[in-house]
């Protein structure tokens, strides 16, 4: 039986930060009604001359340091991003190039918020069956460059950052599930609702920015996130006391805290980078886990469960033994 288990985190953020201070410059809005509708309080934005691409290698060399690898040894590259630099190449085939890895296989996941989530299930099976060794995946967003600066109610919620990790083939339990869903029917209710195959035109009058009917999407998001967490521990015969940590996807606080109720955990078991980061989409649960590694909470050995929920709707959790 192969295997498959992170061997390395790493992760970027920006340097420019936009405090909620600075948006009440923008917008009309409130430090206090973001603080307490969403729990963030500043989030990190993209500089002019910076990419996705850029964000995700800052990750991924992080991630392979932290792993003891070298780029070589990477037969397999995924990218989760919604704000891919280009229509084509795919980012990962950007990253790629700058790694100077010619020759694996390099693609790129869209899957919203829970396009990292969707990318380590992939990259799961694909070392699991036997036909990689040696991943990297990356979750890079520059939500900042889709956003309506005008809309108080979209604009104060995203962030720009990268997370990466490694997942190595090996003889020990490390990945334990992962489980992905999606719903299109609820396409329109968090969307950009333009794109090129529609043509250019698509883009203009506002269909180039995030759009989101955000109080109708948090009540499918907190139903949907219980649902996942009883979902991912039947499937592995686990109790709610056996995770050690809950990994979320940090779109809101509230979101967060229900799943943890759900899980009956206290808070101090939940990695909440909300505040700091904002939503970074896909970025958002590799650059949590990354600075609860970093910071000592998570430790080898623990179960970690991980959870996403974004546009699509998009859905899906990863249960592992870090
Ligand atoms: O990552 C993908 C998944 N995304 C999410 O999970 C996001 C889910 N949604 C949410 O997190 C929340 O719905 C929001 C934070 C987006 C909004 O919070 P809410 O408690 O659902 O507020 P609301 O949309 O019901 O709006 C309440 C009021 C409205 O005013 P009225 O109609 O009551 O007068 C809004 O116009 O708050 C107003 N509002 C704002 N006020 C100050 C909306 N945005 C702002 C703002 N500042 N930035």
Not at 84 to 94: E, G, I, Q, Y
């Amino acid at each position: 039986m192969i295997y498959s288990r992170i061997t390395g985190t790493g992760s970027y953020l920006p340097d420019k930060v936009l405090t909620n201070q600075d948006l009440e410059k923008i917008v009309d809005t409130t430090d206090q009604w973001i603080r307490e509708r969403t729990g963030i309080s500043k989030r990190h934005i993209v500089a002019e001359n910076q990419s996705t691409v850029d964000l995700a290698e800052y990750a991924a060399r992080r991630a392979l340091k932290a792993a003891g690898r070298d780029a070589q040894d990477i037969d397999l590259i995924i990218v989760a991003t919604t704000t891919p630099d280009r229509v084509f190449p795919s980012t990962a085939c950007l990253l790629q190039k700058r790694l100077d890895r010619h020759g694996c296989a390099a693609f790129d996941i869209q899957a919203v918020c829970t396009g990292f989530v969707y990318a380590v299930g992939v990259a799961d099976k694909f070392i699991k069956t036997g036909a990689a060794k040696c991943a990297l995946v990356v979750g890079a967003e520059v939500l900042s460059r889709v956003l309506d600066w005008t809309d108080r109610g979209t604009c104060v919620l995203f962030g720009d950052g990268s997370g990466a990790v490694i997942i190595e083939a090996g003889d020990e339990p490390g990945i334990l599930s992962t489980h992905l869903h999606a719903d299109g029917a609820y396409e329109s209710l968090l969307t950009v609702a333009g794109g090129v195959g529609q043509g250019y035109a698509s883009l203009l009058d506002g269909n180039g920015y995030v759009s989101m009917k955000g109080n109708e999407v948090f009540k499918v998001a907190v139903n949907t996130l219980g649902r996942i967490v009883d979902e991912t521990l039947e499937a592995n015969q686990l109790e709610k006391s056996d995770i050690d940590w809950l990994i979320p996807h940090q779109a809101n606080i509230r979101i967060i805290q229900a799943t943890a109720k759900k899980l009956k955990m206290s808070m101090e078991r939940v990695v909440v980078t909300v505040g700091e980061h904002g939503n970074t989409s896909s970025a958002s649960v590799p650059l949590a886990l990354d600075v609860a590694v970093r910071d000592g909470r998570v430790k080898r050995g623990e179960t970690l469960l991980m959870e996403a929920f974004g546009g699509g709707f998009t859905w899906g959790s990863i249960l592992l033994k870090f």
